[in-house]
C-alpha cells in the first residue's frame, strides 16, 4: 500500500511541470475565447442596431440571445478541451512507453523494485485518473469564472440566463448530476484506460505479436462490456432496464478483473525490458 | 604494491611467491604483521577469495602464523626463513644454469664471471652508499 | 547460490537459450563469456524475470524470485536505471525511499570514491561517470547477488581502474557476483569461476585457480582451445 502510493506520487510529479503548462493553456484559451466571443457578439449587436436602428428586442428576434452555448462551441473553447483531451490521451499510453523509449531505461528500476509488479499498473492507473479529475475541477470553476465574465460584457438582456451549463451535452456528461451517475461515467472511463494498459502490456510483452492480440482484446473487451446493450438491441422490450444495469455491472466487472488478472499476468511473465 | 601477476599460474601460488621473494629480500621482516586478507585483495588488486587462498597455504607451510584472534605474522623461525631464501636461490640457479648450459663453455670460466660481476656490481653500490 | 537449470528461450525463430545451465555462488565472482548476442545478457534478465524463459528453472537460493528477491539480487544493466533527468542526490532518495536494503553510508562512500557530485543531473554526467553511477545504486544496496552487464565496456581506462578496485574490496566482498564481459584478460585475476557460452549454450563451465593449477592454463587459453577447436 505504501509504495502504491510513493508510485503514484512519483507518477505524478513526473508529469506535473507538463501539467502546469497544460493547465496554463487552457485557462488563457479559455479565458481569451470567452472575452472574444462575448465582445464579437456585442460589437456585432452595435454595429446592427446602429445601422439598422433596430431595438434591442428586434436584434434578439434576429440575430438570438447570448448563451453560453455560443462560447462553448467557440473556436478558443474547442480548442481548448481538444487539446486537453489531446494530451489526455496521449499520456495514456506515453505513461508507459516513456520508461522504455530512447535513453531512458527506466522501466529496469520500476520492475525491479521490492513491490508487486502491479502496483506499477495501479499507480499508472491513478494518475491519469487523477489527472483528468484535475482537469475536469479546472474546467468547472473555469465556467464559473467566465460566466462572470460574459455577465460583465454582455448586459442581461441580451442574454439567455442558464444556471450554470446542465444543457450542454458534454457537460452533462462530465459533470453528472448524482453521485451514482458520477461513478458510473468515470468508472467506464476507469476501465476503458484499465484495458488500454493491458493493451500496452501486450504489445510490451509480444512486440508485434502483441499489437494483434491488443487489438483482439481489446475488441473482446468490448464485445463482452457491451455485451448486454447489444442483447437490448437484439431483443428490444424484453429486459427490464434494470436487468440490463445489472448486466452491465456485472459485465463491467468482468472486464476489470480480467484486465487486471491479465496485467498481473503479463508483468510477472511475460514482460521484455 | 603493484604485483603482475600472469594468467597461467594459480594466483594464490603467485602470491605465495610474492611473499616468499619479499622475505628473502628482507623487505618482509619475521614477525611482521601481514596485512588483513580483504586488504590483501584490495593491494594486490585480486579476488579475496585468492588472498584466503594463500594465506591459508602460507599458514600450512610455516610461513606465516596466527595467535590467537592477532593478526597473522611472518614467521620468526629462522629454519623456515632460510628455506625460503634457499628456495629463491636454487631456483634462480636452476634458471642461470638453463639459460647457460647450451652455451658450451666450462664452469670455471663461468664461475669466474660471475664472480667478476658480482664484486663490480656490489663495488658500484658500496660507492653510491 | 544461483541456479540456472536447463533454460530454454526462443525470440521469433531463433533459440536464443538452450538448454542452458549453470551455477554462481555466494561470495563467489562468476563471470560469463561470450562473444556478442551470444545470449549473456539475456541470461542475466532471465534471472531477474525482465525477459521471460520457455522452459527451464531459475532459482535464487532455492527459491524463485518473488517481490522479496529484489531486496536480495540486484542487476546493474549496461544502461543507467534510473531517470536520466534526476540528480544524484534524487536518485540516492528514490532509492532509499523503496528499498531497504539501500545503505546510505555506503552510498555516500561511493560517491567520494568516485569523485561524483550529488548535485549533478545524471543526464549531464560523462559516459564514465554515468556507468559509475550506474554501479553506485547497485553496490550501494545490501543485497547478497550482484548482476552486472559489460560493467566495463566502453569507459575510459581510468574509469574502468576505479570499479576494478571495487572487486577487490569489502563492497563485493561475501557478495555473490555474476558479470559479463567480453574483455577478460583484464579481469582474469579477479574472478573465481568462468562461464564460457556460445550460442545460447554452456560450452564450459570452470574454477579458473583450478584450471591454472592442473592445466597452466588462463582462461583466454581456455576460449582460445574452446572457440577455436
Redesign the interface.
Known sequence: MK?YL?LVN?EIS?FFKLYLILIGLTIVCQLIGVIRVSKGYMDLAEKVMDKNQLSVSRFIEQYGTFSVQRFVYSEWFLMSIYIGIAILIIYVFLIWYRDWLG????I??L???????ITIYFAKLTAIMLLLLGLITLQRLLVLIEIQIVNSIVPSDFRTYSYGISNIDIFVLLYPNTFTAFILNYGIGLIFVAVLFTAILFER?YRLKGIFFAIVYGVLSLGVFFAPLLLNGFYPRYFYPLEIILMGMVTSFIVLGSTIWIANHLL?????? | MTVKFNNRDPVYVQVIRHFKEQIAKGFFEPGQEVPSRRELANQLKINPNTAQRAYKEMEEQGLIFTEGNMPSCITKDEAVLKSVREELIIEAVDLFLGSIKAINVPLSEVLQLVEKKYEAESGETEESI | MIEVKNVHKKYGRKQVLKDLSFTAKKGEITCLIGINGVGKTTIM?AI?????INSGEILIDGEKIR?????KI??I?D??????QMRIDEAFT?MA????SWNPQRAEELLQFFKLDPTEKI?NLSKGSMAKVNMLLGLALDVDYLLMDEPFSGIDMFSREQIAEVFTSHLIEERGVILTTHEISDIEHLIDKAVLIDNGEVIMEFSVEEVRENEGKSVVDVMREVYRG
Open positions: 509504495n510513493k512519483f513526473r535513453k531512458n531505461s527506466f529496469y528500476r520492475l525491479m523494485l521490492p513491490t508487486e509488479r510483452s510477472k511473465h511475460k514482460i521484455m525490458v | 534478465k531477474m524475470a525482465l525477459t521471460p517481490k522479496d528477491s529484489f531486496e540486484t542487476f544493466p544502461t543507467i536505471a534510473m531517470l536520466p528514490f525511499d523503496f528499498y531497504k543526464a
